[in-house]
């Protein structure tokens, strides 16, 4: 009894997982010598540590013994989690990612088959989805250049396909009403907010405050006062202030591209939030004129295409929201 007790030890049971020793692990879960839902003692589920190394037998195993596939660790993690962020972990060249993206397919369908929450925020609320967003700045440069000059969201793409296939909701509202495209507005991560206006994201879905992703985007005042600190891959503390402004100018650049696309694919200019305000009062009162007048122009021009089309386009309405802004805009 003593000795089962140490042979199957937390620590005995971490040893396996760094060892590759999978053998061990499925005759002890066979066995019922571990608690299939076993957290170590920081928090994190046994669970969450055979999806990270990829053990698929273990899995299987676990899966059979009806593992609670929805257990998340002190931070609020899940399974569903753990796979969809399985690349950043992984340095590989593409066909590698290939083969580590079907293998993350794989883990998703035995999840789904077992119940498996595709949905279910973290401690912060946030969903799958939105976590792979948040990937979008790679960490090494998280607190060392603002967000929206690094977009590395392509790397997580694929995550983010097999998270929609096996269930994630485009549209799924956090605590604020707020839906993934905020999050990726937030970001600054134009290929984010592009992925998921192509896959279905409703643009002008409104938070508690009555504001929508664009809204929201045209507020971001952050890009005048980008600040850089020490611990860069390369040494950013160090750039010259051309160099600086360049960094600036690309984030700038990306904010306005941003805009530029949301504004393209929103059907009502006219919105307002719950104090009265529209994207182009908005854009005012935050003195980002640039962004006013791209909002006059994106509607200038939809409104003459759809004149050549002969559709409707809330004309009238839009007419006169112009006419007002223009005689307000210098």
Same mark, same amino acid.
């Given at each position: 009894?003593?000795?089962?007790? =140490?042979?199957?030890? #937390?620590?005995?049971?971490?040893?396996?997982?760094?060892?590759?020793?999978? +053998?061990?692990?499925?005759?002890?879960?066979?066995?019922?010598?571990?608690?299939?839902?076993?957290?170590?003692?920081?928090?994190? $589920?046994?669970?969450?540590?055979?999806?990270?190394?990829?053990?698929?037998?273990?899995?299987?195993?676990?899966?059979?013994?009806?593992?609670?596939?929805?257990? &998340?660790?002190?931070?609020?993690?899940?399974?569903?989690?753990?796979?969809?962020?399985?690349? #950043?972990?992984?340095?590989?060249?593409?066909?590698?990612?290939?083969?580590?993206?079907?293998?993350?397919?794989?883990?998703?369908?035995?999840? #789904?088959?077992?119940?498996?929450?595709?949905?279910?925020?973290?401690?912060?609320?946030?969903? $799958?989805?939105?976590?792979? *967003?948040?990937?979008?700045?790679?960490? %090494?440069?998280?607190?060392?250049?603002?967000?929206?000059? +690094?977009?590395?969201?392509?790397? =997580?793409?694929?995550? &983010?396909?097999?998270?929609? @296939?096996?269930?994630?909701?485009?549209? =799924?509202?956090?605590?604020? %009403?707020?839906? $993934?495209?905020?999050?990726?507005?937030?970001?600054?991560?134009? @290929? &984010?907010?592009?992925?998921? *206006?192509?896959?279905?994201?409703?643009?002008?879905?409104?938070?508690?405050?009555?504001?929508?992703?664009?809204?929201?985007?045209?507020?971001?005042?952050?890009? #005048?006062? &980008?600040?850089?600190?020490?611990?860069?891959? *390369?040494?950013?503390?160090?750039?010259?202030?051309?160099?600086?402004?360049?960094?600036?100018?690309?984030?700038?650049?990306?904010?306005?591209?941003?805009?530029?696309?949301?504004?393209?694919?929103?059907?009502?200019?006219?919105? /307002?939030?719950?104090?009265?305000?529209? +994207? =182009?009062?908005?854009?005012? /009162?935050?003195?980002?004129?640039?962004?006013?007048?791209?909002?006059?122009?994106?509607?200038? +021009?939809?409104?003459?295409?759809?004149?050549?089309?002969?559709? $409707?386009?809330?004309?009238?309405?839009?007419?006169?929201?112009?006419?007002?802004?223009?005689?307000?805009?210098?």
């Amino acid at each position: 009894m003593l000795f089962d007790k =140490y042979l199957y030890s #937390k620590d005995k049971i971490l040893e396996s997982l760094y060892e590759e020793n999978q +053998i061990f692990l499925l005759e002890a879960l066979q066995n019922d010598k571990i608690d299939k839902n076993l957290k170590f003692d920081w928090g994190e $589920p046994l669970l969450n540590q055979v999806l990270k190394y990829g053990y698929l037998l273990v899995l299987k195993k676990m899966i059979e013994k009806n593992v609670d596939v929805n257990q &998340a660790d002190s931070e609020g993690v899940t399974p569903v989690m753990v796979v969809g962020e399985r690349n #950043k972990h992984h340095f590989l060249d593409k066909d590698s990612l290939n083969r580590l993206d079907k293998q993350n397919e794989f883990f998703f369908t035995l999840l #789904k088959q077992a119940g498996a929450d595709f949905n279910r925020p973290d401690n912060q609320g946030l969903t $799958p989805l939105e976590r792979l *967003i948040n990937q979008s700045l790679p960490q %090494g440069w998280r607190g060392v250049v603002p967000f929206g000059y +690094i977009d590395d969201f392509d790397t =997580y793409q694929s995550s &983010a396909e097999l998270l929609l @296939k096996f269930g994630a909701d485009i549209n =799924y509202k956090n605590e604020k %009403g707020q839906t $993934p495209l905020f999050a990726a507005v937030s970001q600054r991560s134009l @290929k &984010a907010v592009t992925f998921l *206006i192509q896959k279905g994201a409703k643009i002008d879905e409104q938070d508690d405050k009555g504001q929508t992703a664009l809204m929201k985007a045209v507020q971001d005042d952050s890009l #005048k006062d &980008a600040k850089f600190k020490n611990g860069c891959p *390369i040494c950013v503390s160090n750039l010259l202030e051309e160099d600086e402004r360049t960094i600036k100018n690309v984030i700038e650049r990306r904010g306005l591209s941003i805009i530029d696309y949301l504004l393209s694919k929103t059907s009502d200019f006219c919105l /307002k939030d719950k104090r009265g305000d529209d +994207i =182009y009062s908005l854009a005012m /009162k935050s003195s980002n004129q640039a962004v006013a007048k791209l909002i006059l122009n994106s509607l200038k +021009i939809k409104m003459r295409n759809q004149k050549k089309q002969g559709g $409707p386009f809330r004309g009238a309405q839009h007419l006169r929201f112009l006419n007002q802004k223009e005689r307000v805009y210098v």
